[in-house]
């Protein structure tokens, strides 16, 4: 049974960092891309950015320059390191594969961005 867990959320400044964390139990993490997902409220689920297993990585447009995905395939562990972050980065953050598995979706965790 896959099982995603994402940490490392907060409440951090204009202009901070943050680094979110997505420890994955089952056979996802052998076999899919990864990828951070971010919703925020009154809008869509968006991609972030992913990873594949061999570590080609793509982003959203919006955060190109300031989000790195990484992933340590020995830990099953995805990360997102977020830089220069912004009041419109505020969103619940997820991970899942991609394309994402609808049954895979966690509880996410909360980035809020404000000063």
């Known amino acids: 049974q896959v099982q995603l867990v994402e940490s490392g959320g907060g409440l951090v400044q204009p202009g901070g960092s943050l680094r979110l964390s997505c420890a994955a139990s089952g056979s996802i993490f052998s076999i899919y891309a990864m990828g951070w997902y971010r919703q925020a409220p009154g809008k869509q689920r968006e991609l972030v950015a992913a990873?594949?297993?061999?570590?080609?990585?793509k982003y959203a447009d919006s955060v190109k320059g300031r989000f790195t995905i990484s992933r340590d395939n020995g830990k099953n562990t995805v990360y997102l390191q977020m830089n220069s972050l912004k009041p419109e980065d505020t969103a619940v953050y997820y991970c899942n594969g991609d394309p994402s598995v609808p049954a895979y979706w966690g509880q996410g965790t909360q980035v809020t961005v404000s000063s």
């Open positions: 990873i594949t297993r061999g570590g080609s990585t």
